[in-house]
């Protein structure tokens, strides 16, 4: 008998670790889904370039006065 509850028992972690891991799924989609979502939002708002510290006049100019805070980016040379 003490066979059949260990066998239950590795069954019932089995699941419980698919069923985690197909939530962690749903939340890393969610998470980009908000994440697009809002910045389909600042788009149409127009708030996406101040919200990341970027000057459409310095793009235009073709210099970078401020150290824009996107993901990724460099300071600029001085």
């Known amino acids: 008998m003490q066979g059949v509850r260990k066998q239950w028992a590795v069954e019932e972690v089995i699941t419980a670790q ?6 962690q799924g749903h ?3 969610a998470h ?3 994440a697009k979502a809002l910045i ?4 149409v708002t127009g708030t996406l370039l101040e919200r990341h510290n ?3 006049s310095e793009a235009v100019n073709g210099e970078v006065r ?3 805070n ?3 980016t ?5």
């Open 40 to 43: 389909q939002y600042q788009e």
């Open 54 to 56: 970027n000057e459409m």
């Open 32 to 34: 980009a889904a908000y």
């Open 18 to 23: 698919q069923n985690l891991a197909i939530a």
């Open 74 to 78: 460099r300071e600029p040379a001085k």
């Open 70 to 72: 996107a993901p990724g």
């Open 27 to 29: 939340l890393v989609r």
């Open 66 to 68: 401020s150290v824009p």
